[in-house]
């Protein structure tokens, strides 16, 4: 998404609170970039952050996007300075998601930086909710409204196979606890069926342990090669909650079907029995919707052309005109 900002605004600086450039090599097209000369653990120093993105000055600037679900939309401008906020989601570990947090952050810490979060919530002069799902928290948490744009998918890369071989169901994300990828192996281990995973996370060691010999883990790897096997799957496997979820999108864009968890960003961009199966979050649905998939229900020209309503061209189009209106 910030790639695409910059080929929009190529000549645009980046500002940020956190900022590791052997992680984020990405982030060397900017023509600029400011953040502390400090590298800091942003779990451990989350105090600081609005300290650190309240010092920024932007009178120089006609307008400014922030893209942030936590401290970006606090920054200070002047009534010259138009400042659209790109929202991922109102803070997790201050609103929706305190359950899961909650051992990280208490205390008199938690209560400043969620009076501090709500205050702040209201100096952008608009916002983008990058789903339906998140435009929602937005209105719940800060009452405040906010347009829907979807974040961009590269269509013209990701795009179907001439003779794909779909003989392999395919997991793609990080292998985190709340991924649910323990749950989805388990139901492969008892239906032996052949999967795919890729990507790494903390959960990869006990999930290599738990998994049988038909599941196999590649790790992480090339785009090129997250395509290849995009295409050649019979079905990707989402089975967790996002606030959009790039990685479905992607597989739509390979003309491929999938079975994703009914809720989240993927209710919005799965069409039911028509680019894929929306269930409900318990494993004998999974389970009975993976045993009797039937890839040749599925069109892939009708999945590809869902995706192509979350492009980057849709994208740019929708973010430029909302710029020409706010300025």
């Given at each position: ?6 080929e ?31 590298i ?12 650190i ?8 600037y ?8 936590f401290?970006?939309k ?32 208490f ?6 930086l ?43 890369y ?5 003779n ?18 323990k ?84 209710s919005?961009?799965?069409?039911n ?31 590809r ?23």
């Amino acid at each position: 998404m910030l790639l695409t900002l910059h080929e929009m605004f190529p000549h645009a600086p980046l500002y940020t609170s956190v900022y590791e450039p052997r992680s984020a090599g990405w982030a060397k097209v900017f023509s600029k970039i400011y953040a502390p000369k400090i590298i800091l653990n942003h779990k451990l120093f989350a105090w600081l952050l609005p300290i650190i993105i309240e010092s920024y000055n932007f009178d120089q600037y006609d307008l400014v996007i922030s893209v942030t679900s936590f401290v970006a939309k606090g920054i200070v401008t002047k009534p010259q300075t138009k400042h659209i906020c790109y929202c991922l989601t109102p803070t997790r570990f201050l609103w929706s998601h305190v359950e899961h947090y909650k051992t990280k952050y208490f205390g008199p810490i938690y209560e400043y930086l969620k009076y501090w979060d709500k205050m702040a919530s209201y100096r952008p002069d608009e916002y983008i909710a990058i789903s339906e799902t998140v435009s929602k928290r937005i209105k719940k948490y800060y009452n405040l409204d906010s347009q829907i744009i979807y974040p961009p998918v590269d269509t013209n890369y990701f795009v179907p196979a001439k003779n794909p071989k779909e003989d392999y169901f395919l997991l793609v994300g990080r292998l985190e606890s709340y991924k649910n990828s323990k749950k989805i192996i388990e139901v492969f281990n008892e239906l032996c069926k052949p999967l795919i995973v890729v990507g790494i996370g903390s959960d990869e060691t006990s999930l290599k342990t738990l998994a049988k010999s038909n599941i196999i883990f590649v790790g992480q790897i090339s785009d090129q090669k997250l395509r290849e096997y995009y295409q050649n799957c019979e079905v990707l496997i989402f089975w967790h909650e996002e606030d959009f979820g790039v990685v479905p999108v992607e597989a739509m864009a390979c003309g491929k079907p999938v079975i994703g968890l009914n809720i989240g960003g993927v209710s919005e961009t799965v069409i039911n029995n028509k680019t894929g199966i929306l269930l409900d979050d318990n494993s004998a649905s999974l389970k009975s919707a993976i045993m009797n998939f039937d890839s040749g229900k599925y069109d892939p020209k009708i999945i590809r052309n869902r995706a192509l309503e979350f492009s980057k061209s849709k994208f740019t189009d929708k973010v430029n005109k909302l710029c020409n209106i706010v300025i």
